[in-house]
């Protein structure tokens, strides 16, 4: 299974939101700038993360976006759930979807695929954005308290 740019792209700029909240709403532009992702891709991305309540959003000159809850509340299974859709390795183990294969019942890998898939679910629900906040600011302060002699 792949993540696509999408989820990548949605889980670092939430991220990056995290991590400027303190100073309220947080534009699109500065994150886009930060991120290195272009601001209507992120914009596609901010859109669906409104509407599943993962960020609210101002309108306005001093508005911007925010995350709807603590950051200590929101996963990054959230996150790519809400992008990607289910986290499943193939198509048929997702509920709804067992009529897609004629083997369904009696496949010998199904085991696998759904073994895979909860795997993921569990890891990306063990996450949370405050996790990859602290993560991301510990290996800054590292690379910042480098000191070089030549």
Request: some cysteine.
């Amino acid at each position: 299974m792949k993540i696509s740019t999408k989820g990548r792209y949605g889980l670092e700029a939430i991220v990056d939101l995290a991590m400027h909240s303190s100073q309220g709403h947080v534009n699109l532009r500065s994150i886009a700038e930060r991120c290195g992702i272009s601001e209507t891709y992120i914009l596609q991305i901010f859109l669906v993360l409104r509407r599943v309540g993962i960020v609210d959003s101002i309108r306005g000159a001093q508005g911007g976006y925010r995350l709807a809850r603590d950051p200590a509340e929101i996963t990054v299974g959230d996150v790519l759930s809400a992008l990607e859709g289910p986290l499943a390795p193939v198509a048929c183990i997702i509920k709804g979807n067992e009529n897609l294969c004629n083997h369904y019942q009696q496949c010998a890998t199904r085991g696998v695929w759904e073994s895979i898939m909860n795997i993921l679910s569990e890891v990306t629900a063990a996450i949370s954005i405050e996790d990859l906040v602290k993560c991301c600011k510990k290996t800054r302060n590292y690379y910042h308290d480098l000191e070089y002699y030549i």
